[in-house]
């Protein structure tokens, strides 16, 4: 009776706990009002909302054709409708993730969302405008497909990925070694389709059938950003997952080698293949990039989002490691054991631990942000400012000046060569992050362009780093 009722438990449970993320979500969205990010995140998020107006926004290569294309319509709401895209995109998500534990037969898949939704950083960059939940929608989608065997569908799935995320081209590499071990070569010229669609609609833009590859932002070698050690990510997993599942996800990784010895479990190709060595060429590969200083990597830690539902799995693996096969015949033991782990789960993204959810800190505007709204106010005290061009670089500035981002008679980017065509009355904002890391411009040199008058200055202290905003004239 008790394990029927345990087995009904499991098969219900997981739409109450999508009803509670749901809530939790929505909840989170009127709350509170940061946007996960204050550089890409708002920069996805202009693509989306002004592609309409400006067509060929739909075929940017950094900002990734396939996300614009599906967040454009959410965008228009302004990014409380970003926000809800990416939060839809995470439940989508959850659920499909839940459905391939099933169909690879795991137990207990349900853990699955608990485990999503308890990922401190995947919680908090369901509210932003960033590529990464999206991304591993279509990669967790594209993986259940494959698992029923769904060639077609899932070969088209995984081929629109590299228009989501560039790392979309490592998923392809998976895909084509999982359809060449399937025996199923017939269907890997489907994994450049999407390649093939893009390249014909976006050629009306770039006029290159090629702007799929040439455009590509990230083929440079040289260290834009710098370059780190190569065991970065393998530290900062945990400031992305928590603890507890860091300690779930290292169990999950043993359990494959202890299944391969033991044999008391029959592993699938396709957990293998798409989940394990997925997981981990997706990971090798990013470690790489930083350590090299290749492919403008920043080792910004989000990255790893992309591969969140393999994570869960992997997880979900070493927690069934540790309860039910460890401890297999002693029923209260397995219990207690997973319960008091499950709890730590739970509870770990509201301690005060630096790996936990800081709401106040990371679920609100930053101060950087904030001041920004304070630019804009004054700059809008000119009852004038709508003739005139504005120069800057700081993404967030066109949201708080609700300014079209892309129309070129009313804001450009900060740089020598649009100073100089500058006209009385148009404004310059300097900032001390994206003018001086984006384009190159210091403050003093700016100062002392010809004919450039200084207004006002805004400035702050946030976390031990001065946060400066200068606001410029042309006279």
Known sequence: ????????????????????????????????????????????????????????????????PMFVLISSPFAQFGFVGMKLFNLSVSLLSMHLTYLTARALHIPNPWLVIVFLICMPLNYILTFSGLTEPLFALFLIGAIFLAIR???????????????????????????????????????????LSGHLVYAIAGYFVHHDFFWVFSKIPYSSLEPKYGSGPLMHFAIQLNYVIGIPLYLLLAAGIFSYPWHWIKKNIKLSQNETILVFIGFFLFFIAHSLFWNLGIFNSMGLKRVLLGVAPLISLMALRGYNLLTFEFLSGKKIVN?????????????????????????????????????????????????????????????????????????????????????????????????????????????DALLKTPGLVREINFSAWDDGREIKYVVLRKE
């Not at 969205?29 to 739909?58: C, K, Q, W």
């Not at 629109?160 to 010229?189: A, C, D, H």
């Not at 990371?362 to 004038?384: C, D, I, S, W």
């Open 335 to 443: 219990y207690i054991a997973g319960g008091l782990l499950l709890a730590y789960v739970v509870i770990f993204p509201f301690t005060g631990n630096p790996a936990a959810i800081n709401f106040e800190k990371e679920m609100k505007l930053t101060m950087k942000q904030t001041m920004a709204g304070a630019v804009a106010a004054h700059v809008k005290t000119n009852p004038l400012y709508e003739r005139h061009t504005f120069l800057y670089t700081d993404p967030y500035l066109s949201e708080a000046l609700n300014l079209d981002h892309f129309d070129v008679g009313r804001r450009q980017d900060l740089t020598w060569q649009n100073l100089a065509l500058l006209q009385p009355g148009d404004q310059v904002v300097w900032d001390n992050w994206f003018a001086v890391v984006e384009t190159n411009i210091a403050l």
């Open 149 to 191: 065997k769904q060639y077609i569908a899932a070969s088209v799935v995984a081929s629109l990925m590299p228009f989501v995320r560039s790392e979309g081209l490592l998923i392809l590499v998976v895909f084509g070694t999982w359809l060449l071990l399937n025996k199923q070569w017939k269907y890997i010229p489907l994994l």
């Open 1 to 64: 009776m008790r394990d029927k009722l345990l087995q009904y438990f499991q098969q219900h449970a997981i739409y109450l706990l999508l009803l509670v993320y749901a809530l939790a979500g929505i909840t989170t969205i009127v709350f509170f009002n940061g946007t996960g990010d204050h550089g890409d995140s708002i920069m996805h998020y202009l693509f989306a909302r002004y592609a309409p107006i400006h067509p060929e926004l739909y075929f940017d290569h950094w900002a990734k």
